[in-house]
C-alpha cells in the first residue's frame, strides 16, 4: 500500500464551537487523510489564548492572528507593536486574517482599510506572511496592496481566493500566493478555476478554511482539515498532475512563504 502524501491545511478556525468536543478525532482524521500540518486561524485577538492553546497542544498545528475585516469595526484597532509582540510566539507562523469584505461589511470600509495597512505593516516588520480575505472588494485590495508593497516589501497569501483575475494577477505580480479553498472543486466554479489554471504552480497553496465551504462529495456539511486532501485531488486535476506532484508542489510553497513553520518542521 502506498504511503498517503503529506498536504498543509494553511488556513482553517480550528477554535469555533462547531468543533467543540471534537478536536482530538479531527486531527486523527486529519493526519489519515495526509494532512500532517495545519494553520488555525484566530479572527479577533480577544480569542488569542484560546487558539494558541490549540497549536500549543498539538503537533504539527500552527496558528496566525489578527482581526477579520467583518470584526474591524466590532473590536479594538489592535497595533503593529501588538501583532509583533504575538509573532514572537515559536508557532505562531502569519499575521491576520485582515483584508477587505465589502458584500458583508461595506459600511466598515475606512475602518477595514486602516486594520488592513497595520497587519500588513506587522507582516513587514516581523517577516512572517499577511494571510488577506477579499470579498467584492477587489479594486481597493489590489491598490492598497500595491501601495503598501511600495512602502516595503512582504509576504503575502490570498487566503481561500475567490476574487476575479485582475486582483490574481495583482497579487501575483507582487509575488504573492493563492490559496485554494473548497469552492475551487464546487461545479460552478469554472471562471475560479480558470484563474487558478492560469497562476504559476508555485504560488498555489491548499486549505479548507473548515468549518466552512466543505468541497465535494461534503458540500455543504462542516468542512474540517481532511477534507483538504479533496480540494488538492480537484487542483491536482486543474494542473494535469498526479495527486503526489500536486502535493509536493504545494509542500514546497507552503514552506517557502510559512518559513517559521518549515523552521519547525525541519528542527522536529
Request: glycine residues 6%; proline residues 7%; negative net charge.
Amino acid at each position: 500500500m502506498s504511503e498517503t502524501p503529506e498536504i498543509t491545511d494553511s488556513h482553517c478556525h480550528l477554535d469555533f464551537p462547531d468543533f467543540d468536543g471534537e478536536l482530538p478525532d479531527i486531527l486523527t482524521r486529519a493526519r489519515a487523510a495526509g494532512v500532517t500540518r495545519i494553520v488555525t486561524i484566530c479572527t479577533r485577538l480577544r480569542h488569542e489564548p484560546r487558539v494558541r492553546a490549540i497549536a500549543e497542544g498539538n503537533p504539527g498545528v500552527f496558528y496566525a492572528a489578527g482581526t477579520h475585516p467583518m470584526s474591524a469595526a466590532e473590536e479594538p484597532l489592535v497595533t503593529v507593536d501588538q501583532l509583533v509582540a504575538l509573532a514572537r510566539h515559536p508557532k505562531f507562523v502569519a499575521i491576520g486574517e485582515t483584508g477587505l469584505d465589502y458584500h458583508y461589511t461595506a459600511d466598515t470600509a475606512a475602518v477595514q482599510q486602516q486594520s488592513l495597512r497595520i497587519h500588513i505593516a506587522a507582516a513587514r516588520d516581523s517577516g512572517l506572511p499577511v494571510i488577506i480575505h477579499a470579498r467584492a472588494a477587489d479594486d481597493d485590495m489590489a491598490r492598497i496592496l500595491t501601495e503598501e508593497f511600495r512602502n516595503g516589501p512582504y509576504p503575502c497569501v490570498m487566503h481561500c481566493f475567490s476574487s476575479g483575475s485582475d486582483l490574481a494577477k495583482a497579487a501575483l505580480d507582487l509575488g504573492f500566493y493563492l490559496s485554494m479553498s473548497g469552492i475551487a472543486a464546487f461545479p460552478k466554479s469554472d471562471d475560479l478555476r480558470a484563474i487558478f489554471r492560469a497562476a504559476p504552480l508555485d504560488r498555489i497553496l491548499v486549505e479548507t478554511d473548515a468549518p466552512y465551504l466543505a468541497p465535494p462529495p461534503h458540500r455543504g456539511r462542516r468542512n474540517e482539515p481532511a477534507y483538504a486532501a479533496h480540494t488538492a485531488r480537484a487542483g491536482a486535476a486543474l494542473f494535469g498532475l498526479e495527486y503526489p506532484d500536486f502535493a509536493a508542489a504545494t509542500q514546497a510553497n507552503f514552506d517557502r512563504l510559512f518559513t517559521k513553520a518549515a523552521r519547525a518542521k525541519a528542527a522536529a
